[in-house]
C-alpha cells in the first residue's frame, strides 16, 4: 500500500488546484527526493530517536543512508546487492560492498541486519527499495538467494511483529501487477537469461513511498505522474505535474530544484 | 487499447507454460524491439504495398523508420520534436537539425507533408505515432509543446476515418492512469518548469504496442513486465519473463540476442 494512503492517482481527477508546476526528475534526482522524504517521515524520525532502523541494500537506500546518517556514499553501488548494469541483471562486486547501515537510537551499530531484527518491536523500521512497483501498491524485489535474499528474511519477522517496512520505490519502476508476475519467475526456472537468473519476492505489506508520496509529505502539495522516458543520460526519467495551494507548489519548487542535477549512479564500469 | 487485444497481463488461469527465459532490455533495445513488430504488423505491411504510411516524429518513430525504410537515421534525435533529455524536456529545433519524417505511397517515400497526406487516408492506412506515457488499460499519452502539433492535428482524421494508429511506446513509459492525469496539464498553466511547457493528449484510439505486445507478434511466446530501473547507462530497463513452448522461446530469444548491444540514443553534442 501507499504511504499513508495517498494513491498514486489522485482522488479527484478533474479538482485542479490553484498553482501548478511541471517537473522532469531523472532517475538519480527521484532518488533523492525519496531519500529525503523518508528521512522526513513521523515514524523514521521517532526510530531515529529511540528504536532501531535498518537500511537494507540497494542503490535508492543509498540515498536514503545518506539522508540518515549524514554520510555521504560516493560509489552508490557498493550499497547495492543486485543491480541492472550494463543492460544485465547483475551484481556488485563482493569485494567493494558497504555493510548496510544498522541504526540504533539513531547510532550506527556493527550488527548484522539479522541479528538486530531480533530486537524489532512495533516502532522499529526496515527501509528496503525494491526493483518492480504495481498500481495497488504491491512492491516486487528481485532476489538471487534461495531462500529469498534480505528481505525473503525479514518479510515474516516485520510482519509476524508489526514493525514498520518503508520502501522507497521510483515510478521509473511501475509494472502492470506485480503478483500476476511473481509467480513466474524462479531461480532455476529459465532455460536463458541475461545475467543473474533471479526470483521475485512481492511484498503487500510495505509503505511505498514513490515521487508522489515524497512530494506530498515534503511539502503539502500533490504529484501525478505524466510521462516517462529520455535520453542522452535521461533515460528513466519521470514527468511530474506538481499541484496545490501557491505555498505548498513553492516549497516543492524549492526541493525540485535543490535536487536538480544529482549526479547519475555509475555502474561497475 | 493494446495490439490485437494482447493484453499487459496474460490471463492468470494460463498457468506456467514449458519454457522461460528471463531477459533485460534498455531502453534503446527495447525501441529496437518494438520497431521490428511494427514493421511485421499486418496491416503495416498491407499499406507498404498498397496504401498509405506515415511515420511521425519522435526517436521510437526514427527506429521504425530504419526497420521499415532500410535507411539508417543517426542522430536518432534528429527524428524527434520534443524528447526527455539531461535537464529539461525540450525539442531539438536549430536550423538543419530535424530530418523530415517519413511519409510511404505503396512503400517508398514521398516529399508530401503529413497533413497533406492524411487527405488520402482511407480505413487501411496506418498512422505510426510513439509516446510518452501509457497506462495499463491501454491508453497511451503524448506530451504536446504546442495546441496543434503532428498528431494532434490527424487524431481526429484517424477516428473519423477509422484508419489505423499504431502506438510504439516501451513499459519504460508506463504511467498509473492516462487519463486521469490528463486533465490536470495545459500549456499555460505552470507556475514553474524545468524545461518546455506541456500538457498530454491522450490516444485512446492507438493500438498500443509495447515489448509484450512486440514478443508476442514477432514469436508467438508470451512476455511479462518483471521489473524496471538500472544505473550506470541501464536506467529505464525493463525485466520482461518470456514464455511459451520451446520453438517460441527458442525464437523469442533469437531476436532478443539480435538486438542486444543497440546503442542508446544520444543527445548531441
Known amino acids: 500500500m501507499f504511504y499513508r494512503g495517498i494513491p498514486l492517482t489522485p482522488h479527484n481527477p478533474t479538482n485542479r488546484a490553484p498553482a501548478a508546476a511541471l517537473a522532469v526528475l531523472t532517475s538519480s534526482e527521484s532518488k533523492r527526493l525519496l531519500a529525503k522524504a523518508v528521512a522526513a517521515m513521523p515514524e523514521v524520525k521517532q526510530a531515529l530517536k529511540s528504536g532501531w532502523i535498518i537500511i537494507g541494500r540497494g542503490i535508492t537506500n543509498a540515498f536514503v543512508a545518506e539522508e540518515l546518517t549524514g554520510i555521504k556514499i560516493e560509489q552508490k553501488l557498493r550499497y547495492a546487492a543486485g543491480i541492472i548494469d550494463r543492460g544485465a541483471l547483475a551484481t556488485a562486486p563482493r569485494d567493494i560492498q558497504m555493510r548496510p547501515y544498522v541504526l540504533h537510537k539513531g547510532q550506527s551499530v556493527e550488527l548484522l541486519p539479522e541479528k538486530a531484527l531480533e530486537e524489532f518491536g512495533q516502532d522499529d523500521v526496515f527501509i528496503k527499495g525494491a526493483n518492480a512497483l504495481d498500481m495497488a501498491g504491491n512492491a516486487g524485489v528481485l532476489v538471487a538467494g534461495p531462500q529469498g535474499g534480505t528481505i525473503g528474511t525479514a518479510l515474516t519477522t516485520l510482519a509476524a511483529r508489526g514493525s514498520h517496512l518503508i520502501m522507497p520505490i521510483g515510478l521509473e519502476k511501475l509494472v502492470p501487477s506485480v503478483n500476476d508476475v511473481s509467480s513466474h519467475l524462479g531461480i532455476r526456472r529459465y532455460k536463458y537469461s541475461i545475467g543473474t537468473a533471479t526470483g521475485m519476492v512481492p511484498v503487500s505489506i510495505g509503505q511505498v513511498v514513490t515521487e508522489i508520496q515524497a512530494v506530498n509529505i515534503l511539502s503539502g502539495a500533490t504529484a501525478c ?36 542535477g544529482e549526479p547519475a549512479v555509475a555502474g561497475v564500469g | 487499447m493494446f ?86 524536456v525540450g525539442a531539438p529545433r536549430s536550423p538543419g537539425q530535424q530530418v523530415r519524417q517519413y511519409v510511404l505511397h505503396h512503400g517508398q517515400p514521398v516529399e508530401l507533408a503529413a497533413e497533406k497526406t492524411l487527405e488520402e487516408f482511407g480505413p487501411d492506412d496506418v498512422y505510426i505515432k510513439g509516446a510518452n506515457a501509457v497506462d495499463s488499460l491501454g491508453n497511451a499519452g503524448v506530451l504536446m509543446g504546442s495546441t496543434r502539433g503532428g498528431i494532434g492535428g490527424a487524431a481526429p482524421t484517424l477516428a473519423a476515418r477509422g484508419s489505423h494508429l499504431i502506438v510504439p511506446v516501451g513499459l519504460e513509459k508506463l504511467v498509473p492512469s492516462v487519463t486521469d492525469v490528463a486533465p490536470h496539464m495545459a500549456l499555460h498553466r505552470y507556475k514553474h518548469s524545468t524545461g518546455m511547457n506541456a500538457w498530454l493528449l491522450p490516444m485512446q484510439l492507438g493500438q498500443v504496442v509495447t515489448e509484450v505486445q512486440a514478443v508476442k ?37 533469437a531476436i532478443i540476442q539480435g538486438i542486444k548491444g543497440e546503442p542508446p540514443v544520444a543527445w548531441p553534442g
Open chain 1, 225 to 260: 505522474h505524466a510521462g516517462s522516458g529520455g535520453i542522452g543520460g535521461s533515460e528513466g526519467s519521470v514527468v511530474l505535474v506538481i499541484e496545490g495551494d501557491d505555498a505548498a507548489v513553492e516549497e516543492a519548487w524549492a526541493i525540485i530544484k535543490s535536487i536538480k
Open chain 2, 3 to 88: 495490439y490485437q487485444g494482447i493484453p499487459l497481463l496474460p490471463a492468470r488461469a494460463s498457468g506456467r507454460a514449458q519454457a522461460a527465459a528471463l531477459a533485460v532490455l534498455t531502453p534503446s533495445e527495447s525501441k529496437r524491439l518494438i520497431a521490428k513488430a511494427v514493421a511485421a504488423l499486418p496491416e503495416v505491411k498491407r499499406a507498404l504495398q498498397s496504401g498509405w504510411v506515415i511515420i511521425g516524429r519522435g526517436t521510437t518513430n526514427a527506429f521504425v523508420a530504419e526497420e521499415i525504410t532500410g535507411a539508417r537515421i543517426e542522430p536518432k534525435v534528429r527524428y524527434a520534436a520534443g524528447t526527455i533529455h539531461p535537464d529539461v
Open chain 2, 217 to 253: 507478434v514477432l514469436t508467438g511466446a508470451a512476455a511479462f513486465h518483471a521489473a524496471s530501473g538500472g544505473i550506470g547507462g541501464s536506467e529505464g530497463s525493463v525485466v520482461l519473463l518470456i514464455e511459451g513452448d520451446d520453438a517460441g522461446v527458442e525464437k523469442a530469444w
